[in-house]
């Protein structure tokens, strides 16, 4: 319609929006003088009836709702064969078009400044800030409460929505959200008749719920429109859809059969509570989710407030239960062979998983199948794995409960009575030597680095076994090289960095060979950049930069080299990446800081290019690359950029840890970034915010387990954090609010005061420590420097030579980043304190107050004058 044009008490100013329902026009009301949004149905609707039922029955449904958050209708007309209804004018924006602004804003930084946010209703949800904040999260939070309160108030009243979505959901400048758009609800009139027949799929793919997809023939509830509303706060969160497709057939099957991503895997700022929150509302079954809007209201209202949830995530029997029941006829086919070989082995194993009763159910196909058996080993052992090792590893990163160590036991028990039982058919032989090296990467990743190495070791020996020859050669002779690229790998942790080298450049050598014999196969180019990778670590963790920077190139170079659609896949990003990540940090490490900048730069917008969410270690990749590149700025004066990198790494990495408390690994990657933010911020002069990472770094520190903290490259990463310490201590000092005044102490004095005997008959006059290197057989005596001395709060600290227990924190002088020893107090040597006393002292306490050199509870600092 003309713009101006008059439609009885209306005249149209201009067109808003248009969809399949009709064409949203901002009008005037002449008799009221007040502006309203117009929906008019176009002429063409009028040819098929059920656009014109839909569009009346749209009407119908909006008008009987009165509520704060549901944009209400004004008055329904139809003028000259046009039919129309007036609904209140929203200043503001639908959320598909805020969505759409913050992604543009939200791309991956460049050394460009970021789009800035030109709408009010995007600032409204931002504050001004990013998305990927944990304010920004709180304010989805609240969207989502008002949108479910608008939600609840319809469902009481009979009418579901039935195309929840970011279009349809106003977000005015004040930050307020209105629902619109009730032309596809399901209402029941005052007869009980239904407007709407059930069976059709109506609404918009990408936000339809798993029933809705299916084209169910039973009448949908309430719980369709908390599915949509759950996806839609998922993309608005995570700036990205719940699911995507190739096809209209592709996406309405991911929907019927997938799960979304992890939103953290998108964007690590969401808190755990409200991705918790969103997966209930999304769940594919409808009997768990919430039953009711207002019950999700509730939910996100206890996460605003900081109370506890009600929505608990599922178990792991549950989720393997979960993950069978969505692939039936891949376990059907497993379980049905692996019962013909193993029938007891596979029901106790399934008992741990929870599957007793659907097992019981599979054993009359398990024996009518037997002949087929061997058809199916590969696809019953991926079943197996996926279904409880991958589940269990990820179980056990988040939480070390005996029970599911035992249960990987059994698992892995179950694989030994299997290839017993299997010793003629090298298939099995092969998936049980992958097992192994999949138990191994879950005990490194819990810091159990010799029950790693152990099930390593099996690993390699049950597949260099199988690639002598055989059916089997080829892929046993990559499974290998996988296998001696994670041992190459646990080497590198645990110091053994020549061992490492070999390891590497045999599984690179294997690798190599593969690609010569099947040079189409991108998969056997990321091995050989996998060879490359461990012996260039090696050689940078002995600071053999130069070489390992050879390394790493030829590595790049490999990336680099395979076709155009193995460098475009996502494994190829995520090798490119890793690749210029592992180049710029060798420049980083020969102080090339230009360089390096580059290189890190190139590696950022290689992971900016993946269309899915980054695995855990590609995550911790990626934090470390930001963090190296915000330090490569800080040492060229660029201090606003490196920060901004620096918290964006930090904050990565912190959700990864969160994620997995359980993994030391991922804490050590996390403590390895504290220095570089706090030398940034010390550069800034910003010494209250040092203060405050060197407090939670110290609470990490003493949180590691021993078997991660005393390996070579734990030990590393806490030198260089208490180095930075003893370099900011006297500035933080001086930046106390109140002013301390310092008590000079002799150390002994003040080391005889933290270890004063309890027995009359214990030594107090000696503190036990193990010093690295050469120091451990023959302690030199230090004197001057700055050494360091922390306590913590509540540590009983230990008295006399012998006396297993804490932890004793011992610097020397930190322009050298050797300590003396950052240890467990042990029975190795003994460091007398005559050493040390003609050191004078200033002590304080950092949060609280010093009594004439007596310790107080609480930390404690000392540093010398260098008297």
């Not at 989710?289 to 996100?300: I, K, N, T, V």
């Not at 810091?447 to 597949?463: K, T």
Request: contains cysteine; proline residues 4%.
């Amino acid at each position: 319609m003309p713009l101006g044009h008059r439609l009885g008490d209306f005249r149209l100013v201009r067109e808003l929006g248009r969809g399949g329902m009709g064409v949203v026009y901002e009008a005037e009301q002449l008799s009221l003088g007040r502006r309203v949004a117009l929906k008019v149905l176009p002429f063409a609707a009028l040819l098929d009836e059920r656009l014109l039922q839909r569009f009346k029955h749209e009407a119908h449904a909006a008008a009987q709702l009165h509520h704060t958050h549901i944009v209400p209708v004004y008055s329904v007309g139809c003028e000259r064969g046009v039919h129309y209804y007036a609904m209140q004018f929203v200043e503001g924006q639908p959320l598909s078009a805020v969505i759409r602004e913050l992604r543009e804003q939200s791309e991956p930084p460049t050394g460009r400044a970021a789009t800035p946010l030109t709408s009010a209703s995007a600032s409204s949800l931002t504050g001004g800030g990013s998305p990927r904040t944990p304010a920004y999260a709180q304010a989805v939070a609240r969207l989502g409460i008002e949108a479910a309160e608008a939600l609840q108030h319809a469902h009481e009243l009979g009418i579901i929505h039935r195309d929840i979505k970011p279009s349809n959901l106003l977000l005015d400048a004040k930050g307020r959200l209105w629902v619109t758009d009730f032309g596809l609800a399901h209402c029941r009139l005052a007869t009980g008749e239904t407007i709407t027949q059930p069976g059709d799929l109506l609404g918009t793919l990408g936000y339809m719920s798993p029933e809705q997809a299916g084209g169910s023939r039973q009448l949908l509830d309430a719980r369709t429109d908390i599915y949509s509303l759950g996806v839609t706060l998922y993309e608005l969160l995570t700036l990205r859809p719940a699911f995507t497709g190739r096809d209209r057939q592709d996406l309405l099957r991911r929907i019927e059969t997938e799960d979304p991503s992890s939103p953290r895997q998108w964007n690590q700022a969401i808190p755990v509570d409200l991705e918790t929150i969103i997966l209930k509302a999304t769940n594919k079954d409808v009997e768990s989710r919430y039953g009711s809007a207002r019950e999700l209201a509730q939910d996100l209202e206890r996460f605003l407030e900081d109370r506890p949830i009600a929505a608990r995530r599922p178990s792991l029997s549950q989720r393997v239960v979960k993950w069978s029941r969505r692939h039936r006829s891949a376990v059907t086919a497993g379980v049905a062979m692996l019962a013909v070989v193993s029938v007891g082995s596979l029901v106790s194993l399934a008992l741990l998983a929870g599957k007793q009763a659907e097992l019981r159910q599979q054993r009359d196909v398990a024996v009518a199948q037997e002949q087929r058996a061997d058809q199916n080993y590969e696809l019953a052992v991926e079943t197996l794995e996926r279904s409880v090792l991958d589940v269990l590893g990820q179980q056990l990163l988040r939480d070390r409960e005996a029970s599911d160590r035992d249960l990987l036991r059994q698992a892995l028990g179950f694989y030994e009575r299997f290839l017993e039982q299997n010793r003629g058919s090298e298939v099995a032989r092969r998936a049980v030597g992958m097992a192994y090296r999949r138990v191994g990467e879950i005990q490194q990743s819990l810091g159990a680095y010799g029950e790693a190495e152990a099930a390593y070791e099996q690993s390699g020996a049950i597949l260099q076994e199988l690639a002598g020859g055989g059916e089997e050669r080829e892929k046993a002779e990559a499974e290998l090289v996988r296998t001696w690229l994670a041992q190459g790998a646990l080497l590198n942790v645990v110091g053994r960095y020549d061992t490492a080298e070999v390891q590497g450049r045999k599984a690179g050598a294997l690798a190599e060979e593969l690609r010569t014999r099947f040079p189409e196969e991108a998969r056997y180019a990321w091995l050989l950049c996998g060879g490359h990778d461990v012996v260039g670590e090696a050689l940078g963790l002995r600071e053999e930069w130069e070489s390992g920077l050879g390394v790493h190139l030829s590595q790049l170079a490999v990336a680099e080299g395979v076709g155009l659609e193995g460098k475009t896949s996502a494994e190829g990003l995520r090798e490119l990446g890793k690749a210029r990540g592992r180049v710029g940090r060798a420049y980083y490490g020969m102080g090339r800081w230009r360089e390096a900048e580059e290189q890190f730069r190139a590696a950022l917008k290689c992971y900016g290019k993946l269309d899915e969410p980054l695995e855990r270690s590609a995550q911790e990749e990626l934090a470390l690359v930001q963090g190296y590149l915000g330090d490569s700025l800080r040492r060229l004066h660029q201090l606003p950029e490196a920060e901004d990198w620096l918290w964006n790494a930090v904050a990565l990495q912190k959700a990864v840890s969160t994620e997995s408390p359980s993994d030391p690994n991922s804490q050590l990657a996390l403590l390895r970034l504290y220095p570089l933010l706090a030398e940034c911020l010390a550069g800034q002069d910003r010494p209250r915010e040092v203060n405050r990472y060197l407090d939670d770094g110290i609470n990490l520190a003493e949180a590691i387990p021993a078997e991660a903290r005393t390996q070579p490259g734990g030990r590393r990463v806490l030198d260089r954090f208490f180095a930075m310490a003893g370099r900011h201590i006297k500035t933080l000092w001086q930046s106390r609010t109140r002013p301390y005044q310092p008590t000079s102490i002799n150390l002994q004095s003040l080391a005889a005061e933290l270890t004063r005997p309890t027995d009359p008959d214990e030594p107090g006059d000696r503190l036990s420590v193990r010093p690295r290197g050469a120091q451990a057989a023959n302690p030199k005596p230090v004197h001057g420097g700055n050494l360091i001395v922390g306590a913590r709060p509540k540590l009983r600290w230990q008295r006399g030579a012998g006396v297993g227990g804490q932890r004793v924190y011992l610097g020397h002088d930190p322009e050298h980043l050797d300590l003396i020893g950052l240890t467990e107090v042990g029975r190795d040597s003994v460091l007398p304190l005559s050493a040390l006393d003609s050191c004078q002292w200033y002590c304080w306490r950092v949060d609280g107050e010093t009594e004439d050199g007596k310790v107080c509870e609480g930390p404690v600092w000392a540093f010398s004058t260098g008297q």
